[in-house]
C-alpha cells in the first residue's frame, strides 16, 4: 500500500526544473506532498484532491490522476532552498494514510 | 500558535526495555499520527488517534501500542524493544474530517536508539 516515488534521487543546478512522480495501486481519496529537510521534521507542501481542488505551496505545482492513482510535483526555476527528502502521502478511504519511500533532491549553485 | 511538541527528544535504552514516548498536538488538532522513520524504510505509518480512539493503524507488532487522552495528547509505548525499533518516531497533527483532507504538521521528533 505505500505509494512508490521517482526518481529516488536528482540533483539539480540552480533555475532547473524537475518532476518528482508518486504512483499508487489504491484507490486515492488525495495526495499529499511534503519536503522533509535534513535533521527537520518533514513540512507541508500541498494537498491534491478528487475532483481537482488543490490547497498549498504558491511556487511548487503539482497533478493529480485519478484515474491513473498518480501524482506529479513539479518543481520550476529551482533554487537551493528546494533541496531535500520529498515525501508524497496518499490518503485511502477511511483516512488511512501511507507515505512513499521519498525522493532525495539536490541544488546545487 | 505553538507547533506539535514531542519528549523526550533522545533516548537511548536497551534490548528487552519498554519506552513510552509522548506527543502534544497543535491546539486545536484533535488527529494525532505517528510515525517510524528509518534510512532504508522511510517513512511508516504506525496508528492514528481521534477523540481518544484508534482509528487507522499501520503494519506493525502487537509491541508497539498508543493511547490519546481526553486533551488530546497521545503516548506511544513500545515493550520489548529490539535493535531495529532504532529509529526517530514522529508525530504529526492534523484537523480531523471525513469530508476534506486535511494536511499534517509534524513534530521535531523522538530520536530512539535501542543498544
Known amino acids: 500500500q505505500q505509494p512508490v516515488q521517482s526518481p529516488q534521487a536528482v540533483i539539480l543546478r540552480e533555475g532547473e526544473d524537475a518532476v518528482i512522480n508518486c504512483s499508487s495501486s489504491k484507490a486515492l481519496y488525495s495526495v499529499h506532498w511534503y519536503r522533509q529537510k535534513h535533521g527537520e521534521a518533514p513540512v507541508f507542501l500541498m494537498i491534491?484532491?478528487?475532483?481537482?481542488e488543490q490547497k498549498g505551496h504558491e511556487k511548487i505545482s503539482a497533478s493529480f490522476n485519478e484515474k491513473k492513482q498518480q501524482s506529479s510535483l513539479y518543481l520550476t526555476a529551482s533554487q537551493l532552498s528546494y533541496s531535500g527528502t520529498y515525501f508524497c502521502g496518499t490518503e485511502l478511504a477511511g483516512n488511512q494514510f501511507y507515505f512513499g519511500t521519498g525522493t532525495s533532491l539536490t541544488v546545487i549553485p | 500558535k505553538a507547533g506539535v511538541t514531542q519528549t523526550p527528544r533522545y533516548l537511548i535504552k536497551t534490548r528487552g526495555q519498554q519506552v513510552t514516548l509522548s506527543c502534544s498536538p497543535i491546539?486545536?488538532?484533535?488527529?494525532v499520527s505517528w510515525y517510524q522513520q528509518t534510512p532504508g524504510q522511510g517513512l511508516q505509518f504506525l496508528f492514528e488517534y481521534f477523540s481518544e480512539t484508534q482509528r487507522n493503524k499501520g503494519n506493525f507488532p502487537g509491541r508497539f501500542s498508543g493511547r490519546q487522552f481526553s486533551n488530546s495528547r497521545s503516548e506511544m509505548n513500545v515493550s520489548t524493544l529490539e535493535l531495529g525499533d532504532s529509529a526517530l518516531y514522529l508525530c504529526?497533527?492534523?484537523?480531523?474530517?471525513?469530508?476534506?483532507?486535511?494536511?499534517?504538521?509534524f513534530g521535531p521528533g523522538t530520536r530512539l536508539t535501542v543498544t
Open positions: 504529526a497533527s492534523r484537523i480531523w474530517g471525513t469530508d476534506f483532507s486535511y494536511e499534517q504538521y
Open positions: 491534491l484532491l478528487k475532483g481537482g
Open positions: 491546539s486545536g488538532h484533535r488527529s
